[in-house]
């Protein structure tokens, strides 16, 4: 049933600014464009984004350049082991003036959140801008205060195996819609990035493509993308695979499956596209899942690379 | 595709990040040694799987050692339940070594087929005490496999072989199951795949039974002492002998005739012939040496077809009519004794006669063996000569003086008279059938002198008692007697057309030569007025008939009674055709293939042959199960992959159409107009919003890929017809 919005010339306009986003951040992050439009694409799916990498590579750059481009307000939590829920949602402190309690919204009333170093927080913490994630709002002192709209969260991860780390639980991983990586930059980004201005100025110098409505507008066209039958086909294919196979300890939830519809239909989207193709669900499928997934001969969650190997293999009927 | 995680400057980067892919061999090497868990699933289906293999042979091993075979399985099976611990390295030493000297000391050997098998299935339970490692699972399951098998030295018969077709199942559930360390699959999937596994293993195993080439002469034989336990007749005959087989209803032989059914009071199945009586047993006479007189060698090829077997020497046996042919299926005995009809007119292969005409094999028949045979119904037996008439004649002394007596009375009254010999047969038989003979399963106990007795006191007895004493009496009356053994009568199973013989049909009567007619077979059992017969069940042994039914039997006995025949029927099936089938099989059947002049060459083509066919068609499955599809729209687009493929451009069936498509494309630039087409068509007919009624894009998918050339595009011949855009993504 195509609507107005899913017409053609629609679709059209919706990858020109897409495009326009990714290539204008594009110019502050160098050489990671499959990397911006994973992230641009988790964003129109309305999920949150994990970035698991190294120190230094650009985690919080990315974020800021995103939030800036579309045009949102943005604000940085710092998790560390002594970082308190009060520190992320807010606190009420008494207004001599006005003789009451006056509330003092934390960084999480913000649309797009920089969770940085997420696993260095203790589970307490953690578990306070998670459970803001999943509800798009917050309950404190009794009070339920809602999210804005959009609300993003880009949570940044070290390597587990780095010292002061608590890893995050499956069940709060799987909040995250995407993990990615960003991992150095090629030769010639790195010589860019070395010759060129400092990315601060640039930060500061970038205007938006994008205002919240029209944000709000494609995250609605994303829904209305088509997807076939023999799509969902291939789709029920990949998630039976992981529920039989004795590779994984578990199979892929229905959340995943349906994390993994979304992707692809952002992704579509942005390709300029009304419908899903099998190619669209291969991209997505190893930034989706594999956080949740788990082999059964490792202890560790999978590689992008190993998903990529043996879920790319089923065949597309 | 291009993922990030494809880049491979990222992916050599970021590589330390992650722990570095492992070589498959580490991974193996790793997987062996990894430490067993205490209890896992796979544990419990391999101790199910070794019970399995230990099972059967209570039946067949010393009781000690089986009692230690399950100790050493319950203990691993408590270990595993976590309720005691393996013992050390030291005690399984020991354990080892007193199992070694526990079997030579019952067995007085390790060898041979008792003591190989029970060294075999105490060291495969003691494997267990020390299984710690995968490696160690692995070599378990391997060695119950193979110990498995020693369960057909014992027996060959189908149930054993479809429980070791089970035991087998079992193994591979646990081998299954150790490799399997996913939640996900319990332990019904583990079972389906492990049957799956075995049933797709069938044909391949049915072609190597049928055509892997067969010796004449097998390369080792069965141990000696294999079939040692089977009952049947014996080397003597005393009372209560036969009638100890009388509840056996293990089959003897089975029979199939070529020619008419005999009538049941012909059925006389002979076996061991005995002359010397030694007051209580009939045996061989030792003192005369049983030439081996007829061979082979004197054949007269009158009434054989095949030089396979000889006649007899005419003069011994003049048959008085067409011999009845058949053929025998004989169950092992252990003993030399081949059974026919009386009386034979050919000798089977690797068969002979001796003095006494018992029909022998050259060896015990240790397996079951099959042989073609003629007998005369009407026959005169060495009519013109009888050597060695003193044996015939002996008798012991001390004993049986009353029957002397009565004999005494009976030569007097009828002296001098013509065919004084027969008249003296038909009055003993008419004195068994006038006086209050009973015949009995049970029959009353006889101490010192068991004619006398017998005769004149209990006269209860089975058909040992009526043929020593008559034979007794013919001896004293100075007729040259004996006894023989053998089986009378059968059972005629309607479904397969074929006589079974039971070692309950064991029956005695005897032989008597006259002269004139020669040795004559007198059954004196047979006169007993039925009356006098005190178990219905046991008609048939004095009035001979092939027992088939039945007016009397109600529903559920004639139900009972049908499917034994049925049952026994898919048994003789069994051996004619699995555990019969030889050399001589496998030849006449490679005859019906019409490759018996190649010989084992032949074979070995029919063997190739067959499994190259076997392995084709798990290829072809694998290969086309992905492209069989009545959808239109699949097919059209199936069909244009078939053309690429044939300039060397192969789909694979994880590729979507438009990664394909570039791939095409940039491979052969020369053929993206078309490829782009019939990609954008193929999928904004199969994955966008497309209305399924509208047939007009199908259409045109259809003919577009019938105009697509791939070939002629690439040498320069354009078609033009295809000049859509290639705006497909």
């Excluded at chain 2, 009586?277 to 090829?301: C, L, Q, S, V, Y």
């Excluded at chain 2, 067409?322 to 299926?329: G, I, K, N, Q, R």
Aim: proline residues 6%; aromatic residues 10%; contains cysteine.
């Amino acid at each position: 049933m195509p609507s107005a919005l899913a017409s053609d010339t629609a679709i059209g306009s919706v990858k020109t600014l897409t495009d326009s986003v990714v290539n204008q951040a594009g110019t502050i992050i160098l050489g990671k464009k499959r990397q911006l439009s994973l992230a641009l694409a988790c964003l129109l799916a309305r999920g949150h984004l994990l970035i698991e990498d190294l120190p230094g590579v650009g985690k919080t750059t990315l974020a800021h350049v995103m939030a800036k481009i579309l045009g949102l307000d943005y604000s940085r939590i710092q998790f560390t082991s002594d970082l308190l829920p009060a520190d992320i949602l807010g606190v009420s402190i008494f207004d001599r003036t006005a003789g009451a309690f006056q509330f003092h919204p934390g960084p999480v009333f913000s649309q797009v959140i920089l969770a940085d170093e997420i696993n260095r927080a203790t589970p307490k913490a953690q578990s306070a801008l998670l459970e803001a994630m999943e509800e798009h709002q917050v309950s404190i002192e009794g009070e339920t205060r809602p999210l804005p709209k959009p609300f993003f969260v880009i949570g940044t991860q070290n390597p587990t195996y780095q010292v002061g780390t608590f890893p995050l639980p499956e069940s709060q991983l799987d909040r995250f819609l995407m993990r990615i990586e960003l991992g150095y930059p090629d030769k010639t980004a790195e010589r860019a990035l070395l010759t060129g201005e400092d990315r601060r100025d640039l930060l500061e110098k970038i205007e938006p493509c994008l205002d919240i409505e029209q944000l709000l507008e494609i995250q609605g066209v994303v829904d209305q993308v088509h997807t076939s039958e023999a799509l969902l086909d291939y789709l029920q294919a990949i998630l039976e695979h992981t529920r039989k196979s004795p590779d994984y300890v578990s199979g892929l939830s229905p959340r995943a499956g349906l994390a993994l519809l979304h992707c692809a239909k952002a992704w579509a989207l942005m390709l300029g596209r009304n419908h899903v193709l099998p190619e669209d669900v291969q991209t997505v499928l190893p930034f989706v899942v594999s956080h949740r997934l788990k082999l059964t001969t490792d202890t560790h969650t999978m590689s992008h690379n190993d998903i990529a190997k043996q879920l790319l293999d089923i065949p597309i009927p | 595709m291009n993922t990030p995680a494809h880049n491979s400057r990222y992916d050599v980067r970021t590589s330390p990040l992650k722990t570095p892919p492992r070589k498959l061999r580490e991974q193996w090497q790793d997987r062996l040694h990894h430490k067993l868990d205490s209890a896992p699933a796979a544990n419990l289906w391999l101790f199910a799987g070794l019970a399995m293999v230990v099972l059967p042979h209570f039946a067949y091993q010393k009781f000690a050692i089986m009692v230690c075979c399950s100790v050493l399985l319950l203990w691993r099976l408590l270990y595993d339940l976590k309720t005691t611990a393996l013992p050390p390295r030291w005690l399984r030493i020991v354990l080892a070594f007193a199992a070694f000297a526990g079997v030579g000391t019952l067995h007085h050997t390790i060898f041979g087929r008792d003591a190989g098998v029970s060294l075999l299935l105490i060291m495969l339970c003691l494997k267990l005490l020390e299984m710690k490692k995968q490696r160690d699972f692995i070599v378990a399951v391997s060695l119950g496999y193979f110990v498995v098998i020693t369960g057909f030295l014992y027996s060959q018969t189908m149930l054993i072989a479809v429980y070791m077709f089970g035991t087998i199942i079992v193994l591979t559930t646990a081998l299954i199951a150790s490799n399997r360390l996913a939640s996900a699959w319990n332990d019904m999937a583990n079972v389906r795949l492990a049957g799956s596994m075995l049933v797709l293993a069938i044909p391949m195993a049915a072609l190597l039974f049928v055509l892997f080439p067969r010796l004449p002469t097998p390369l080792w034989g069965l141990p000696d002492d294999a079939f040692a336990g089977k009952t049947g007749l014996s080397d003597q005959m005393s009372p209560g002998q036969i009638s100890r087989l009388s509840d056996d209803d293990a089959v003897a032989f089975r029979v199939q005739f070529n020619s008419p059914l005999p009538r049941p009071s012909q059925l006389y199945w002979r076996g061991p012939v005995f002359s010397h009586f030694d007051g209580k047993t009939w045996r061989h006479d030792t003192t005369i040496e049983i030439p081996d007189t007829i061979d082979n060698t004197t054949a007269d090829t009158k009434h054989s077809d095949s030089g396979a077997y000889g006649t007899l020497n005419k003069q011994d046996i003049v048959g008085r009519d067409t011999p009845v042919a058949y053929s025998v299926t004989l169950e092992p005995h252990n003993q030399r004794w081949l059974f026919a009809l009386e009386m034979p007119a050919v000798l089977p292969a690797n068969g002979k006669f001796n003095d006494a005409f018992e029909l022998l094999s050259r060896q015990p028949v240790k397996k079951l063996v099959h042989y073609e045979m003629r007998s005369y119904l009407d026959y005169d037996l060495q009519p013109q000569r009888l050597s060695n008439r003193h044996v015939y004649l002996q008798l012991p002394s001390n004993i049986g003086i009353k029957a002397q007596e009565l004999i005494l009375q009976l030569i007097t009254s009828i002296a001098n008279q013509q065919d004084r010999d027969e008249k003296i047969v038909a009055a003993i038989l008419n004195y068994f059938r006038q006086q209050p003979f009973f015949y009995t399963k049970q029959p009353p106990l006889l101490r010192d002198d068991p004619i006398d007795e017998f005769l004149f006191e209990t006269r209860q007895g089975f058909c040992e008692h009526y043929a020593s004493a008559f034979t007794f009496l013919m001896r004293a009356a100075g007729i040259p007697a004996r006894v023989v053994t053998g089986y009378q009568g059968g059972e005629f199973n309607t479904l397969g057309d074929y006589l079974i013989v039971r070692q309950s049909d064991a029956h005695a009567w005897s032989e008597v030569w006259i002269a004139g007619k020669g040795w004559t077979r007198v059954d004196p059992t047979a006169v007993i007025p039925p009356e006098h017969v005190q178990y219905q069940e046991h008609l048939q042994r004095f009035r001979p008939s092939v027992a088939t039914t039945t007016v009397d039997l109600t529903w559920l006995a004639s139900t009972w009674h049908n499917i034994k025949l049925s049952w026994d029927n898919v048994n003789h099936f069994w051996n004619m055709w699995v555990i019969g089938y030889n050399n001589k099989k496998q030849n006449s059947f490679m005859s019906w293939l019409g490759l018996e002049q190649f010989g084992w060459q032949g074979l070995a083509i029919a063997l190739f042959s067959g499994l190259s066919i076997l392995v084709m068609l798990v290829a072809f499955h694998l290969l086309y199960r992905h492209r069989q599809s009545s959808d239109p729209v699949q097919k059209a687009y199936q069909r244009f992959c078939r053309k690429l493929e044939s300039i060397g451009v192969r789909k694979s069936h994880s590729e979507g159409a438009a990664h394909f498509a570039q791939r095409v494309i940039r491979q052969q630039p020369e053929l993206s107009t078309p490829v782009a087409t019939i990609t954008r068509l193929y999928n904004a007919i199969r994955y966008s919003d497309h209305d399924a009624t509208d047939k007009h894009a199908e259409n045109e998918l259809r003919e577009a890929v019938k105009g697509f050339h791939p070939q002629r595009l690439l040498t320069g011949y354009q078609s033009g017809k295809n000049n859509s855009n290639n705006s497909f993504k």
